[in-house]
């Protein structure tokens, strides 16, 4: 289908590690971002990962592609109360055009 | 500050009425993204502009329209509001083809229709 498809929700405790899951639709996408959006804000991008790139890890983010399954992961370290937000991940479909996912609302508990 | 700059953050107007939200998009950036948010979350791609010209489009209803001014900024009118258009509205804005710097988003106008 054309649609980036997210789980809605995540719970997880302090301290545990947090993993959001994305599967994407375009295997040509050559961009494949991470936005985080917090209460009343707007989006902030986290980080990217280019499609030749399997894995890119940035201080406590692990994002993971796997092409062939068209999916994408993003792992969160030591989740902190202050990760707790709604996560959207994108795809660039051509040469102007991200898609959004679903978004992911992460709820950490102390 | 992301450097795309919305305006007003909150509005709350009756239902009938006709309202304009403005975007000034990053410095050098050509491309401005419209996006509705309602209460469930998601992001509905409304319209694209890329120097001055409509790119694309997308879930924007006949009574929306935008423009992108020759300075660059843009501009999102609604008008014959209902209450069903109460939510968040982002602009975003981008060089001519997004890289690892992706689109980068406005904090929103909340709208709030009585």
């Known amino acids: 289908g054309e649609d980036v498809e997210q789980s809605l929700f995540l719970s997880v405790r302090e301290g545990d590690s947090s993993v959001i899951n994305c599967t994407y639709t375009d295997s040509s996408s050559t961009y494949l971002y991470w936005y985080k959006q917090e209460p009343g804000a707007g989006l902030q991008l986290l980080t990217y990962i280019f499609s030749n790139m399997d894995m890119k890890q940035d201080q406590r983010l692990t994002v993971l592609l796997n092409k062939k399954d068209k999916h994408l992961s993003l792992r969160i370290a030591d989740t902190q109360t202050g990760d707790s937000a709604i996560y959207f991940c994108?795809?660039?479909?051509?040469?102007?055009?991200?898609?959004f996912g679903t978004g992911t609302r992460l709820l950490v508990s102390p | 500050d992301s450097g795309v700059t919305q305006t007003p953050k909150h509005l709350i107007t009756a239902t009938g009425q006709r309202v304009t939200l403005r975007c000034s998009p990053r410095s050098g950036d050509l491309s401005v993204y419209w996006y509705q948010q309602s209460l469930d979350q998601g992001l509905q791609f409304l319209i694209q502009y890329y120097n001055g010209e409509e790119r694309a489009k997308g879930n924007i209803l006949e009574r929306f329209s935008a423009q992108q001014f020759p300075d660059l900024h843009s501009e999102l009118n609604l008008s014959s509001l209902e209450l069903g258009d109460s939510a968040l509205y982002f602009c975003?804005?981008?060089?001519?083809?997004?890289?690892?710097?992706?689109?980068?988003f406005g904090s929103g106008t909340r709208l709030t229709v009585v």
């Open positions: 994108a795809e660039k479909r051509g040469f102007q055009k991200l898609v």
């Open positions: 975003a804005s981008s060089v001519a083809s997004p890289g690892g710097s992706g689109y980068t």
